[in-house]
């Protein structure tokens, strides 16, 4: 077997979820796991957490939300992004999944059909991502059409911020809002207002009754630098790791890789590693990176990185061999330093990894 795997820490995972529990005081918390649970595995980070520590999950497409239920999970399933036709909404009311309502044509489908089921919405504010979501002169009119829907059950509001992660921007859109709540005076059974940087550092400034808890509930940052978090204790659920399989000799002079873009300028060992941007190692890393090798040996990538492999320096270093172990990120590797060299956020690497390539494994010890 290629020796290229995904670790999933089980116990990082459960720890991250109780401390998002320990700073949520008497908050409900939608555990986020859309994107295939941030490249984690959704099945993988389901069946890792408590059953019992779930208030609700929230996933993006019917599929992941339909998976949920087909697993046995019966609580509450938010679809972020609502329906996307006809169809979607009809599996909606099925399944009692909470939609998000975020544009008038989910309003129209809405209205075309006949509801047997009370249901719950959220409508989505337009508040400065200028993504999805009603404006804020529209709210109102929106809010009384939702209203007027034979068995639609409860209104939430629901908005995303754009700089949780700046406090001076951020604090003036915290006093936008509460003018505008004051202002509209629409009575919103609940309201989603913080996710992941919200928890962290503006959780006690305006209520919010729901809390989305995403990137944190994987270990890492939202702002892409882990020194932001590293004092609350959360730890990476994921490590990406493979081997050493083969080691060359290559002399002063002597090009390695495609490209001729490293040229050797000594004598020097080179370990080859199976790993490339197929299996969603970004190939931008070329030359700029650095990976561990047996938890002690700290190796730069040099050359181009390839489809299937990549090349790192040994530094002549005779304690390592093939099959040495090379973390490419995770417990010892921080994927926020790794996401900056690439010039991309952790995001980005969590959801590249290639399921189709990657063995995951789920370590729970």
Known sequence: MRPIFVDINICNLKRNNKLIRNLCINKKIWLVLKANAYGHGLKNIYFGLNNNDIDGLAVLSIDEAILLRNLGFNKLILLLEGFFDLEELKLCLKFNFIIVIHSKWQIYLLKKVIIYNKIDVFLK?????????FSLDKISEIFFILKNINNIRYISLMLHFSKSDNYVEFNKYIDKYIKLLLNLNLKFKYTSIFS???????LNKIKSDWVRAGIIL???SPTNNYLDIVNYGFKPVMTFRSEII????????????YGVNYISDRDRFI????????????????????VLIDNYFKCKVIGSIFMDMMIVDLLNNRNIFIGSKVELWGEYVCIDHIAKLANTINYHLMCSINFNRVKFNLIDS
């Open 271 to 290: 370990g080859i590693v199976a790993c490339g941007y197929a299996d969603g190692y970004p190939r931008q890393l070329s030359n700029r990176s650095f």
């Open 196 to 202: 992941s940087s919200g928890i962290i550092w503006h």
């Open 218 to 220: 994987y270990g890492s």
């Open 125 to 133: 504010i337009n508040f400065n991502l200028n993504r999805l979501g």
């Open 246 to 257: 083969c080691i060359q000799k290559v002399k002063f002079g002597h090009n390695i890789g």
